[in-house]
C-alpha cells in the first residue's frame, strides 16, 4: 500500500495472521503483560486511587484484566477500528472485575470519541505502529488527558517492523516507522514530559525478529546497549499543562 493510499485510512488493517497472533498464550503474556509490568514500573507521579484508563487500539481486548489488576481502575474505556475486534472486545470486558465499568466504542484514534480532560491514564500499547495520522494521534491523547494525566506508550521501532519476518507476516505503513528516538522526539513535541527514568529499551527475545535470541542463547552474540539498533521503547509521559 502507498503513502497516497494509506493517507485515506486512519491505519493499515493487520493481517489475518495478525489478528489471530492477538488471542495467543505468547501474545498476552510475554508481549501485553510484560509492556504493562514495565510502564507500571515507569510511571514515578501518584495516580488517582480509580483511574479512569482510555485503551486506545484496544484490539480483542486482551488488555482489559491486564490493566484492571495493575492499575484499578473504576472504568476502562476500550476504542479501535476494527470492528469484528470490538466484538470480542465486549466478551473480554466481561473477565474484569464487577467494579470496573468497561465501555468499548468503534472510533479512530485521530479522532477520539472521548471528551477533553476525561481520562487519567491513556494505554496505547503496540497501536502506533498501524496508524498513519501518528501526530493527530497524539494531540487526541493529550487532549483526552487530564492535566497531569499519562501516556502509558509501548511501542516496536523501524527496525524490528521492517525485519523480513515481521514484514512477511503483518501489515504496517512503513512510512511512518520511527526508532525510539523518533517516537520519543515525537511525544516530547506533542506536549509530554518524560525523563531517562520514566523510558525503557526492552530487549526481548520475541522482538529480535532476525533470530529470536537464538544466538544469544547459544552465546555467539552478546549486543550492548547504545551498540544495538533498539526494536522496542516503553515511555510513562506526563501530560504538560
Known amino acids: 500500500m502507498s503513502p497516497t493510499e494509506t ?3 486512519p491505519y493499515v488493517p493487520e493481517t489475518a495472521f495478525g489478528i489471530w ?12 503483560r510484560v509492556a504493562i509490568d514495565d510502564l507500571k514500573r515507569l ?3 501518584p495516580l488517582p486511587a480509580a483511574p479512569v484508563i482510555v485503551d486506545t487500539g484496544c484490539g480483542q481486548g486482551i488488555s482489559f484484566r491486564l490493566l484492571a489488576e495493575a492499575f484499578r481502575p473504576a472504568r476502562i474505556v476500550g476504542i479501535d477500528f476494527h470492528e469484528p475486534s470490538l466484538a470480542l472486545a465486549r466478551h473480554a470486558a466481561r473477565a474484569c472485575p464487577p467494579h470496573v465499568a468497561v465501555d468499548i466504542m468503534h472510533g479512530d484514534c485521530a479522532s477520539l470519541p472521548v471528551p477533553d480532560a476525561s481520562a487519567d491514564i491513556v494505554f496505547c500499547h503496540q497501536t502506533f505502529h ?3 495520522e501518528q501526530e493527530r494521534a497524539l494531540t487526541e491523547f493529550r487532549r483526552v488527558l487530564k492535566p497531569g494525566g499519562v501516556l502509558l ?3 516496536s521501532t523501524d527496525a524490528y517492523i521492517k525485519s523480513w519476518v515481521i514484514r512477511l507476516l503483518f501489515r504496517h505503513p512503513m512510512h511512518v516507522q520511527k526508532s525510539a528516538d523518533g517516537y520519543l522526539d515525537m511525544i516530547r513535541h506533542a506536549g509530554f ?17 532476525k533470530d529470536f535470541g537464538l ?6 552474540h552478546h549486543p550492548q546497549p547504545g551498540r544495538r539498533r533498539e526494536t522496542l521503547v516503553n515511555v510513562a509521559a506526563i ?3
Open 130 to 132: 498501524h496508524l498513519v
Open 239 to 241: 501530560r504538560t499543562p
Open 43 to 45: 510511571i514515578d507521579t
Open 193 to 209: 514530559a518524560f525523563g531517562e527514568r520514566n523510558v525503557s529499551l526492552p530487549y526481548l527475545w520475541w522482538s529480535r525478529a
Open 21 to 32: 497472533f492477538l488471542r495467543t498464550h505468547i501474545w498476552e503474556h510475554h508481549v501485553l
Open 7 to 9: 493517507s485515506r485510512v
Open 215 to 220: 544466538f544469544e542463547r547459544l552465546g555467539l
Open 153 to 155: 506508550f509501548a511501542e
